[in-house]
């Protein structure tokens, strides 16, 4: 993981040393996979040259490229680091301001990219090169300074968009976002609302943000639902989701449903409703451990030796915010491959495979063998975890099948 | 004619509702410090000091108005602008200076207002209490609306000067005359360095950041950029009416007299022998008022500047959950101002000279920044500079931070 503010300013040249110019900006791939695809480099003319990624051998204390590199241009839909979100505004989804972008964070794993943003005071004073006197300061008082990062997931960096039609705008800013952070934020405002905004998205995203609600909020959702309407969101959820979401109509609704569903549609969900008759309440275990996103990997690990003592197994950590809301998750092999000071967010997974208390058994072995994960999280409506079902505890209905 | 008067009523309503901001950082601008240096120079040079009114009108309303074009056509504040575009070194630069300029200028307000009471005969300190919790409730509790309804209440009470002048026996066609006719200008050192004095009080970085921020915390829009401008115009003029009677009632006692005043926060006490008792309180009541608008239109400033430069909540309309931060640094100035004027053993004169200074300082950069953003073509779309406007601009800034200049080497080698 390297800061942005670590990286501005370094020197880069070529393999046989020649010197280029200094690091000014980076650019990168505004999608949802923010890779970065190229170096803006001030060369030693003072111009600003564009040169792609695939050019460079090594950055860390200094930046080394081919030596015969080429100049690149900027193509569709790249962004710069720099003017597009360093000391940007942040802001949340109802418009209000939150804090700015302190700092970037990349991510060095199968080439670089951006994985989130530093909103901390931290982040400016590494602008400053003050960290290291500002760590001594806070220990000097008792104080230990922490980094916030926002992941990419979570942000939208507020562009200056002037001159457009506004009504547009609103249903443009809301598909920036994910489906599972729109969901979020519906869930917390009633549900006429939430058709409305639905009713103004794309169709596959409305149902990626249908699949992505709560499940009370999925019942009340298609309660409103005429079952034609219901039926295109089914359709256009995975399988596995919209049996649990069936299962929450009346008998009655689910036929009518189901039946204007496409014919092979029909035939896998009627599939899965026929052995949706096991809830996991029942095998859940309460064997599992839950870290905070702040915490170091050495305090991690003292907590997995000094909790998991008498645990059957434990294969994955799960990392919880303050409301105790599953947020990310790791295996003890990333765990151990991470120095000892590094920060738990730095290094989790954030798109955590889950199960709810009313999965039934037949979709959780599903998942656990579509993933290939022996252990699933379980949490309740409010994304708390309750615990965790693992290949073990279903292991005698796999044999039944078998 | 019915036609007529709707047409104008239509326009009469448009400005009401864009009416505030600029009036009100305007007259803000004549906070104690400017009311005492005014009482000083007119007391010093009788009217002929009146001459310096015109161009500092005209300054301030060119200076303010491109702080409003700037937040109207970007919707952002001053201190938003120099953190996106220049970073966080300078951002914390910036705010450095301007965080220590502000809380010396709101302690020299407090330490105003302290004489004035003084003055009264009031208990200094169950008032000073009263003052900063009244302050505070009304900032933190209040919305926009209210708030901006009391600072122009606060207007108001500025006419205590112009009737506090009426008392007295004024040469009025002197005082106009003087207005613009240049024969009266005095080319010594003295008349020089209190124009520029003037100068250095009225247009401070402050009240360009103030502005700024008042604006787009009203949630005015752009195409209300024409009354916007109209506006400050008015509150340039307004301001520098009031200036007009503070300077004229002290040029038509104590400089007609020939009594020279120490310190401006004399000028209401000294004035009661010639203009009487209604008059000489009527002046100490606008000196408080000043000092009091001073000191909550300067904190605010902060905890606009500090909000936009780290990106929080910073609204007068935020609810005190969600502006925390806002009020917590609005509060902590008002208290290291009170504080510090009632610790017998600091020195609030050596205070209000770094201010100065400080402020001196900060000023040329404040300009190059709104310079910068008024030529920005992306910035500022259609609402650019134009050709002539810069010139006129360039000009004056380059009035402005000379002046500036010269107030700090004036006061550092004590002239």
Known sequence: MIYFSELKGKDVSTEDNVKVGKLDDLIFLASENPRITKLVVEDLSGNKINISIDHVKKINSNVLINKNYSISELEENELFLLKN???????????????????????????????????????????????????????????????????????????LARGQVRLKKEEQKLEKLRPEDLADYLEKTNVVNTRKILKILDKKFAADVIRSLNINYQTSLFKYFTPEIAAKFISLIDPDEAVDIILTQSPKKREQIIRLLGESKKTEINHLLKLSNTPIGELITTEYLTVSPEETVKSVITKVRRDSADFFTLLNIYVVNKDNQLIGVFNIHELLLQDDNTQVYKFMIQNVIVVHLTTPVEIVIRKMFKYHLLHLPVIDISKKIQGIITMVDVDKFVVEKL | ????????????????????????TAISDNDAAGVATYSLAGAQFGYSILFILVPVTLLLAVTQEMGIRIALATGKGLGDLIRERYGIKITMIVFSVLMVANIGTIIANFAALKAALTMFNLPILPLFMLIVLGVILFVSKGNYRTNQRIFLLSVILYFSYVISTLKVDVDWG????????PAVVQFNKEYIFAGIAILGTTITPWGQFFVQSYVIDKKLTIDKLKYSQIETYFGSILTNFFSFFMIVATA??????????????????????????????????????????????????????????????GSLDAP???????????????????????????????????????NAILLPFIFFFLLKFTNNKELMG????????????????????????????????GL
């Open chain 1, 85 to 159: 979100i360093q000391d940007k505004q942040i802001i949340d989804l109802k418009g209000n301001k939150v804090v700015r972008v302190n700092d970037v964070v990349l991510q060095d794993k199968n080439g670089l990219y951006v994985s989130g943003v530093d909103i901390s005071l931290l982040g400016i004073f590494r602008w400053l090169k003050l960290e290291k006197y500002f760590h001594k300061l806070a220990n000097f008082v008792n104080y230990r300074p922490i980094s916030q990062f926002l992941s990419w997931a979570d942000i939208q960096p507020l562009e």
């Open chain 2, 1 to 24: 004619m019915r036609l007529f008067w709707s047409k104008y009523k239509r326009r009469l309503l448009l400005f009401l509702a864009v009416f505030g901001p600029a009036t009100i």
């Open chain 2, 174 to 181: 002197r005082a106009f005359v003087s207005m613009v006719n």
């Open chain 2, 252 to 313: 038509a006692t104590l400089f007609a007299y020939g009594i020279k005043l120490q310190s401006g926060e004399q000028a209401a006490l000294a004035i009661k022998p010639f203009a009487g008792e209604m008059a000489s309180f009527l002046f100490g009541i606008g000196f408080i008022n000043a000092a009091l608008m001073g000191i909550i239109i300067i904190s605010l400033t902060t905890a606009y500047a500090f909000s936009e430069f780290f990106g929080y909540t």
């Open chain 2, 320 to 358: 005190f959950e969600k502006g925390k931060i806002f009020y917590g640094i609005f509060t902590l100035q008002l208290l290291i101002g009170a504080a510090v004027v009632l610790l017998p053993f600091i020195s609030v004169f050596q205070i209000v000279f770094f201010t100065q200074s400080f």
């Open chain 2, 382 to 413: 259609a609402h650019i500079n134009t050709k002539w406007y810069n010139i006129f601009s360039i000009v004056s800034t380059v009035v402005i931070i000379l002046a500036a200049i010269f107030v700090l080497i004036s006061s550092v080698f």
